[in-house]
């Protein structure tokens, strides 16, 4: 099921022309690309960077709906392939906890421009980052196992809430995300939990950025340093953000060394 249907794309263009590289960013699971829009595309718009973002199939004002529960993670790189394939030039891939694992595939797979991960999914996959969560906190996995975002209760959000963001976080996002809560593949999220034997780029791997939050309880910066080793880097971890760190207020100390690492591969 890789034929790929035309995607939503958001987009933000900087005021005047740029030799800049486009950026593509993709989101992770259960949401869709407008979790970008409030603050990321806008500000490094105004950086000079043409930002763009996707939703995957299946995802926000993308069609694909009524069979997401087929998607697999190759599916979503089929899409990410689509959406990079209609910018003017290659761009820089950029993604977020699922969106991180699907830019490693393709990063393994052929050159790109550079890459970077925020709040990865560890090389040994979803499987160990649910077990933890059951075991640490059941009452999160049992709210995201009958998760229906057509049905979301006040107490559903207020449980997941501290799972993806800081206590500080503004309540008129938090409302614009409740309302951009989507479905995810079964498949995909099965797909997920087989990552510990992924390849890497076999020769030339691309420059590659990989930064965490300190207060993320989904992918905890154990997780992040773990991918972060995988990819022979460093990893950028940074205090009081949680998971959802592009909505965070403070969501421009993880843009500001995303764009210090920008400049030194244009």
């Known amino acids: 099921m890789t034929a790929v249907p035309r995607l939503e794309i958001r987009s933000r263009l900087p ?8 950026l593509l960013f993709v989101h992770g699971g259960y949401c869709d690309a407008w979790c970008w829009e409030p603050y990321f595309l806008p500000w490094f718009a ?24 087929m998607a697999s993670l190759a599916d979503y790189e089929a899409d990410v392939e689509w959406a990079a394939a209609q910018l003017p030039s290659p761009p820089i891939l950029i993604g977020h ?24 999914i560890p090389p040994s996959g979803l499987l160990s980052v649910a077990t933890r969560l059951a075991t640490q906190h059941p009452d999160y996995m049992m709210q995201m196992g009958g998760l229906d975002p057509s049905r979301l ?13 800081g206590d500080d976080v503004d309540p008129r996002v938090l409302a614009q995300a409740s309302r951009h809560l989507n479905g995810e593949s079964p498949r995909a999220l099965f797909d997920l939990s087989l990552r510990l034997h992924w390849a890497l780029p076999r020769r030339d791997p691309p420059p590659l950025l990989v930064v965490g939050a300190e207060g993320d309880r989904i992918c905890r910066p154990d997780d992040v340093r773990a991918t972060a080793r995988h990819h022979g880097v ?22 500001a060394p995303m764009l210090r690492w920008l400049r030194t591969i244009e």
């Open 15 to 22: 005021a005047r022309a740029s030799a800049r590289p486009p």
């Open 234 to 255: 460093e990893a950028v971890l940074l205090p009081g953000l949680a998971h959802m760190l592009m909505l965070e207020p403070g969501y421009a100390t993880v843009a």
């Open 153 to 165: 209760s006040a107490a559903v959000l207020e449980a997941l809430r501290p799972f993806y963001f």
């Open 97 to 120: 906890s699922m969106g991180a694992a699907i830019v490693e595939l393709i990063v393994a797979k052929r050159p790109v421009r550079g890459a970077a991960l925020l709040a990865p």
């Open 46 to 69: 105004a950086k000079g960077y043409a930002a763009h973002a996707v939703s995957l199939r299946g995802h926000g004002g993308s069609p694909g709906a009524d069979t997401l529960y």
